[in-house]
């Protein structure tokens, strides 16, 4: 199957977006801070550890390659070229 770049680009972002969303969800479990609190408390989390997420899934998938496809979506990185000068 051979994926466009920006198909491949668009996976390897929001797969870890949904991975931090769920960890943020599943940390937060239990805690009651009141409603706004909550919120605010789980949107923090989804950003820090989406980061988290994707900077730990980039370092293992330099060290083994095959960790890419699981972690982020793809194992292919897409491959950015400069657009063509019109004339």
Do not use: C, H
């Not at 789980?42 to 699981?70: D, Q």
């Amino acid at each position: 199957m051979d994926l466009s770049n920006t198909a491949i680009s668009l996976i390897r972002t929001y797969v870890p977006i949904i991975a931090g969303a769920i960890i943020s969800w599943l940390v937060s479990i239990g805690i009651d801070l009141g409603a706004e609190a909550n919120v605010a408390l789980v949107t923090f989390m989804t950003a820090a550890l989406t980061g988290a997420y994707y900077a730990l899934a980039r370092v293992l998938e330099k060290r083994w390659p095959i960790l890419g496809r699981f972690l982020l979506g793809s194992s292919r990185v897409p491959e950015y070229t400069e657009p063509q000068a019109q004339q």
